[in-house]
């Protein structure tokens, strides 16, 4: 009789998010960096995409039906410690994950993606208004690039120095927490985690290496899988954003244009 002690159960996190046909962004990025990062990850498909090395060829939402059923089934037979938003395309999808997500006891992390690391747009115009007002309210941390912080407040940051403005006009659509990437800037990445009242500064060398593609779904994933395993916001995030940083520097070239960050870079 075989009598070894039942392993235990590892934190549950769901992704509600796109299909990247490339595996480099979308729920396969998600479910990778939930995998490597030791928590068992589950996912609400929202959007297929024919998407690869060079750009986004095709998108098609799936039903906001579809979409609730999936959610509801994950949710409440198997039930989770966190939840991270990627791509939702449009108001009525925008709006069905809000809903879902302000009856649900866990945190929630929302990548506010708007468009894709190529440039095509991901997010209807017309949803940006839902963004604000229904998505963000329920985020423990939303964590825009500052791109998307252009699409949502009109801010634009030219220098680390507009960090700060970016953050308050994000904090201002009700997050607990915002985590504005600066990535884009020149210089080092650095990162301004913040409240309102704590700030958190994130330093890291920018790396000389172009195959990037799916940074945004990673760290988001990795802060829930932080806070899912009882970290706090601090916390999460700087071990999110250590993880990030090996994945950047390990990313590697796929097909003829921007290769994907490698997930698996701890244990290569």
């Known amino acids: 009789m075989d009598i070894r002690p039942l392993p235990s ?27 490597a990062l030791g928590v068992h990850g ?13 750009g986004v060829q095709g998108a098609w939402e799936l039903p906001v039906e579809a979409v609730r059923a999936q959610y509801r089934s994950v949710v409440d037979d198997i039930g989770v410690q966190a939840v991270k938003t990627g791509m939702l ?11 879902l997500l302000a009856g649900t006891q866990a945190p929630v992390v929302v990548d506010p993606v708007g468009v894709s690391k190529h440039g095509d ?14 998505l963000l309210p329920t985020a423990t941390v939303a964590t825009p690039n500052l791109d998307e912080v252009a699409q949502l407040t009109g801010v634009v940051v030219e220098d680390e120095s507009g960090l700060r403005r970016a953050a308050d006009a994000i904090l201002g659509f009700g997050p607990r927490w915002v985590l504005i ?46 806070l899912a395993k009882g970290m706090e916001v601090p916390e999460a995030v700087r071990a999110a954003k250590e993880y990030v940083t090996g994945a950047i520097a390990a990313g590697f070239a796929l097909g003829g244009g921007i290769g994907p960050v490698d997930h698996a870079w701890r244990s290569r």
């Open 89 to 99: 395309a449009s108001a009525p999808l925008v709006e069905t994950v809000a809903e």
């Open 121 to 134: 747009p991901l997010l209807a115009a017309s949803a940006l208004d839902s963004v604000r007002t229904k």
């Open 9 to 35: 159960r590892p934190p549950r996190v769901l992704t509600v998010a796109g299909s990247d046909s490339g595996g480099g962004a979308g729920i396969q990025a998600d479910l990778k960096t939930m995998l």
């Open 181 to 226: 990437k600066g990535g884009h800037l020149a210089g080092d990445a650095v990162d301004l985690l913040t409240d309102g009242a704590q700030e958190h500064w994130l330093r890291a060398p920018r790396l000389d290496n172009r195959h990037t593609h799916g940074t945004g779904c990673t760290l988001a994933s990795a802060v829930a899988s932080g």
């Open 42 to 54: 589950m996912s609400v498909l929202t959007a297929v995409t024919a998407q690869n090395s060079l």
